[in-house]
């Protein structure tokens, strides 16, 4: 097998694990509840610290892999998280736990940063666009498993199960990335490789100020002091951190980057997209279970719906973007995945589960469609010596997406449910069906606003087509072979 699929299935099988532990713990939250008998805004921290550590320092972690090596930075990544879920399977306190999630989720951010370099660096550029499709299905493949993966666990096994049923997998995905991924060129000379520390602070206090903020603005009040005081200092570092990269001589993130419009456009459209499209994990269970009154593990199979799509289409996507070249494939996608939440906004008390499924599959074949060639564009938009940072920007943006798309869903579907009833109650499922009918139509209409306005970003992209046979022109390392169209 040539070096680049070998390649590629190292990084399949470790994005695999890293995508499935985002959503494996959710699923144990009421058994954390129970277990340590805390309310559910403490046990909440079994994956919100998991989200501020991810998004504060995935592109850290990108920089990190180009100044010494992404497969080192990839490896000890993957060494961390092993060594993190090991120990999370013997803590006896839920602080323990957070602090054994905040030790795996340091080893996530240093692989998944890394991930879609290394399989850029092996691949010609006109079959990026497959392979990062190809990462896209196994993404689609841990949010779908997680979930079903974490019931079962749950239903025969202890919750220490969870962590310590993947060692054995982390460990493979770690030897495996050992014995296949070569080596990378570490990005300029020894003089040159310096970390702008001052930088990476910087931009941790931004990210996961911004992230606590919005994630946890619902629930604290979104003008109480907490909240007010998490934006402030979010905006002063974002200051302090633009200042520190236009002067430093190896910043974590290029600021020129930005200028580059692939890059921007790429960016801001990947984070729109999962503004609107995490509104369907969150909105969907209050429908479903409260007036439809399915089971839990009927709800995750409908949401499967959207994931599933991902799993089956995005390797064939990633094929047609490279094959064709055609310039709007990411903009249709994004299309058709606003068209899908706003059909969303029309469900009633009275949708069949068929007409409903229908829908989340226009939102996962929308997605298939957009996640490979917006993928494929930032990589291609960057130097060899900035792949880290593109690898860690599709992340981030990824994170930051979801957690502005969650905090939004949930407002609005508070707010129109309140109003819809007539009275407050202490949680919506106390609400009648009718006006949780109305905040959770009013939430899917706010994201699918919300994608399309990456629409909007996306058309703005310009041709990815030129960029890659721009690219052709200069050698891959460890690419392997010419490019075949």
Request: charged share 10%; proline share 5%; no cysteine.
């Amino acid at each position: 097998m040539e070096y680049r699929w070998r390649a590629l299935a190292a990084v399949a099988f470790g994005t695999y694990m890293a995508t499935m532990d985002f959503s494996i713990v959710n699923v144990a939250l009421p058994t954390l509840a129970r277990e340590f008998d805390r309310s559910p805004d403490a046990v909440v921290w079994a994956t919100l610290i998991s989200s501020l550590a991810v998004t504060g320092l995935t592109l850290t972690a990108g920089r990190a892999g180009d100044l010494y090596g992404r497969k080192r930075v990839y490896l000890a990544g993957w060494a961390i998280f092993t060594a993190g879920m090991l120990l999370a399977s013997f803590a006896a306190t839920l602080e323990q736990l957070v602090a054994m999630r905040l030790l795996q989720s340091v080893g996530v951010a240093l692989a998944i940063a890394n991930g879609n370099a290394i399989v850029t660096e092996a691949f010609p550029p006109a079959q990026r666009g497959q392979a990062l499709g190809t990462t896209g299905a196994v993404v689609g493949a841990g949010l779908m498993s997680g979930p079903i993966l974490g019931g079962l666990i749950l239903q025969f096994f202890s919750w220490h199960a969870i962590f310590l049923l993947r060692v054995p997998i982390g460990l493979a995905a770690l030897l495996l990335a050992w014995a296949v991924i070569r080596p990378s060129q570490p990005a300029g000379g020894p003089g040159s490789r310096r970390m702008d520390v001052p930088g990476a602070f910087a931009l941790f206090a931004t990210l996961s100020a911004a992230l606590l903020a919005v994630n946890r603005g619902q629930a604290w009040g979104w003008t109480s002091p907490a909240i007010l005081a998490l934006f402030a200092l979010a905006a002063a570092s974002l200051a302090a951190f633009i200042r520190i990269e236009s002067r430093s001589p190896s910043p974590v993130v290029a600021l020129g980057l930005f200028r580059e419009r692939a890059y921007s456009v790429g960016v801001s459209s990947l984070a729109l997209n999962f503004a609107g499209q995490s509104a369907v994990t969150f909105l969907l269970p209050f429908y479903l279970q409260e007036v439809k009154g399915y089971s839990t593990g009927q709800v995750g199979l409908v949401v499967a719906t959207v994931p599933l799509m991902m799993l089956l289409l995005s390797p064939l996507s990633g094929r047609a973007s490279d094959r064709y070249g055609f310039a709007h494939q990411a903009t249709v996608g994004i299309a058709l995945v606003a068209i899908g939440l706003l059909s969303l906004a029309t469900i009633t008390a009275d949708t069949p589960l068929p007409a409903i499924i229908a829908r989340l599959a226009v939102v996962g074949i929308g997605t298939s469609m957009f996640m490979s060639p917006n993928s494929a564009t930032i990589m291609n938009s960057v130097p060899p010596d900035r792949l880290g940072t593109a690898s860690a920007s599709v992340a981030t943006a990824r994170n930051i997406g979801n957690a502005v798309g969650l905090a939004l869903a949930s407002a609005v579907l508070v707010a129109v449910a309140t109003a819809s009833a007539g009275f407050a109650a202490s949680r919506v499922a106390d609400l009648p069906d009718a006006a949780i009918v109305d905040g959770v139509r009013a939430a899917f209409a706010a994201a699918g606003v919300a994608s399309s306005f990456a629409v909007v970003a996306s058309l703005f992209r310009g041709q990815r087509r030129v960029t890659v046979i721009a690219a052709e022109q200069a050698p891959v390392p460890g690419g392997g072979n010419t490019p075949a169209h």
